[in-house]
């Protein structure tokens, strides 16, 4: 009787608890302190526990607003699961190709894909913006950010 | 008393050439993030405080004052031209807002909020002033059992306080609560949770948890939306100057929900939003004619503009004098101080009484600019609005992703910060409240330090949490605190 996501919601929480908990009785003991680092994590994951159940057995039901928001197209949704894609690249090729060069890169792929089509408006945004913050970083703040395979 | 001088000190960093800079760069970059629909100050605090990385601590700190008003201010702006308020502190704003964007009369809404924000925000940063270095004089004794029990209470209260299912805000909380207890544990060396992963031994950063739950959730309803152009056609928004009739009727909502607005903000858990419902509906109360109110009416806008800014401020008095955070954009804005190294708690006043005045100063500073240098330029930034949405995505993400880089220099941790925003999604989608998640992730860790003092303390006698009467006191207070919703429910059920 899984009807309602909340139920469903529960459930996963329990799960999480359940592996949570056994993570924590399975810490290192020190034996020197009165009380040791498993108490926390201890009590947390029964209170998830105890959560979860009365989240399971919550009646009070999904306010319309609440309904409606959950309520997203499925293009939508494969649109955010590109730009998620397109970040995951992005933080794959971060320290290898350099922010400079990524970043002009995921500006451009991702304003195109989201439906930005005036390519020189983009080109000049992909390259200022990364230029400024890249100077902004290194030379102002001594933050380094990725070089990458660009000299400079 | 050092106080005076440390204002005076303040104002002059907040008045040099660089200061007003600084603080202009914020209040505008604050009200352009705020004005995006779901980006709230949280967000914007938390895409700034990298910038602020190896600033001067005190322009740093004006700077992120404008952020912060700015932010607000830019919340009212979106809720007034389009009825859309972005964070929840702002929805009773667009009640007589909205109507009267809609009769044409958008500048003079913006300046009656702009003004009422103004007054608000500075009554409460005078009894801000007052009450802090009083409050800390009281929270120096304070031990470990003292400190718990006030976290504790903390988070039981936003949890019960904040609108929608408590069960979902307790979650909420405890889930934010055991992503802190990743890493390796401060008193034993223990590492807990990390998976072998040698990465996950520092735990994870506030940062990644504020960008991840707050600014790339919310580019997913950026990205919903990306087609959305009624921004762009509300550009124009007309005279913003006030005749003095309006001034007149402003007066009364003003003054008082400037003292209403500070007591809510003051209190954990409660904060701007409850202030700005209770400041409107007392104001329709006690008003001659309510039935202006919800068509437009100036007292309706100032009251909760007024009492939102007023709490606000408020909210400063616990996260200054005691170090404890009482709502979500307070515990971010604990983490911004903590970045520029500065801790605030009962010893701030005492021990740093520059920096400590140098907040307050700022948060003046704040309030004028704001005022001063904000509400003329308003038709300007809402034509920045017209930026495409597309370009504009792209940019927010980079920003998430270099500001958790430049804490970390770790990749792994933009990979953890991808994960988290797309729980924070997730949890949006279900309507799990984040504040709380963010709230026990900055308290988890003192919670967990002060709860292991007391009791190794006490040598694992947990009685020390009952004996101690303060802390028992805000014990009980917190269990109470769970009756609110019961009592609510009756309510709302009747």
């Avoid at chain 2, 103004?118 to 003292?146: I, W």
């Avoid at chain 2, 805000?169 to 998976?195: C, E, K, N, Y």
Wanted: hydrophobic fraction near 50%; glycine fraction near 10%.
């Amino acid at each position: 009787m899984i009807k309602t996501l909340n139920q469903k919601i529960s459930l996963l929480l329990l799960a999480i608890a359940i592996g949570y908990l056994y993570l924590s009785y399975n810490l290192k003991e020190y034996p020197y302190v009165p009380v040791d680092s498993d108490l926390v994590p201890k009590v947390l994951g029964y209170l998830l526990i105890v959560l979860a159940i009365a989240l399971f057995f919550d009646k009070s039901s999904e306010t319309e607003d609440e309904k409606a928001k959950r309520v997203v197209p499925k293009k939508e949704i494969i649109v955010m699961a590109a730009v998620g894609g397109m970040i995951f690249i992005y933080i794959f090729l971060f320290e290898i190709l350099g922010f400079l060069l990524t970043t002009f890169l995921f500006i451009l792929a991702c304003s195109a894909f989201l439906g930005y089509r005036k390519w020189g408006t983009s080109l000049i945004v992909a390259l200022v913006f990364p230029g400024v913050l890249y100077y902004v970083f290194n030379y102002l703040l001594q933050i380094r950010l990725p070089q990458g395979i660009l000299p400079f | 008393m050092g106080g005076l001088d440390g204002l005076l000190q303040g104002f002059q960093v907040a008045f040099s050439i660089e200061g007003l800079l600084f603080v202009f760069i914020g209040v505008f970059i604050g009200t352009f993030i705020g004005m995006m629909p779901g980006l709230g100050p949280i967000s914007a605090i938390a895409i700034m405080i990298p910038v602020t990385y190896g600033m001067e601590p005190s322009t740093a700190l004006v700077m992120m004052a404008g952020v912060y008003y700015g932010a607000v201010f830019g919340g009212s702006t979106a809720s007034i031209l389009l009825n859309a308020p972005g964070i929840s502190g702002t929805v009773a704003t667009a009640f007589d807002g909205y109507p009267m964007a809609q009769r044409g009369e958008a500048g003079k809404a913006l300046a009656i909020a702009a003004v009422s924000s103004f007054v608000g925000g500075t009554v409460s940063v005078v009894l801000l002033m007052l009450f802090a270095p009083a409050l800390s004089q009281v929270a120096v004794t304070f031990g470990p059992p003292e400190y718990f029990a006030l976290m504790f209470m903390g988070l039981t209260a936003i949890s019960s306080l904040s609108e929608g299912s408590t069960i979902k805000a307790l979650i909420s909380a405890t889930l934010g609560f055991m992503v802190v207890t990743v890493g390796i544990d401060g008193q034993t060396g223990t590492p807990r949770f990390t998976f072998n992963n040698p990465n996950l031994l520092e735990g994870i950063d506030f940062l990644v948890i504020a960008l991840g739950l707050f600014a790339l959730a919310e580019v997913c309803f950026l990205i919903i939306n990306r087609k959305d152009t009624s921004l762009s056609d509300k550009a124009n928004v007309g005279s913003t100057r006030l005749k003095k009739e309006d001034l007149k009727e402003m007066r009364g909502p003003m003054s008082r929900q400037s003292f209403l607005g500070f007591v809510l903000g003051v209190l954990p858990g409660a904060g701007a939003t409850i202030a700005s419902f209770i400041g409107y509906i007392t104001e329709k109360k006690i008003a001659k004619k309510p039935e202006e109110f919800g068509k437009g009416s100036v007292r309706g806008l100032s009251a909760p503009e007024t009492a939102n800014n007023a709490a606000t401020s408020g909210a400063f008095v616990p996260l200054l004098s005691l170090g404890i955070p009482g709502s979500g954009t307070t515990a971010v804005m604990l983490g911004a101080f903590l970045v520029l190294g500065i801790q605030p708690g009962p010893l701030l006043v005492q021990d740093h009484p520059d920096i400590f005045w140098g907040i307050i100063a700022s948060m003046y500073i704040g309030n004028i600019i704001l005022l001063v240098l904000n509400l003329p330029l308003i038709p300007y930034i809402s034509k920045l609005l017209k930026i495409p949405r597309p370009l504009l995505i792209s940019l927010v993400i980079i920003f998430s992703l270099i500001g958790v880089y430049s804490v970390s220099f770790n990749v792994f941790h933009l990979y953890v910060l991808l994960f988290f925003g797309v729980i924070g999604y997730l949890m949006r989608l279900s309507s799990f409240p984040a504040a709380p998640f963010i709230l026990a992730f900055i308290l988890g860790g003192m919670m967990e330090q002060s709860l292991r003092q007391a009791l190794t303390a006490s040598n694992g006698d947990y009685s020390i949490f009952i004996t101690e009467p303060i802390s028992l006191t805000l014990l009980i207070i917190s269990l109470l605190s769970f009756l609110v919703p019961l009592v609510r429910k009756r309510i709302s059920t009747r």
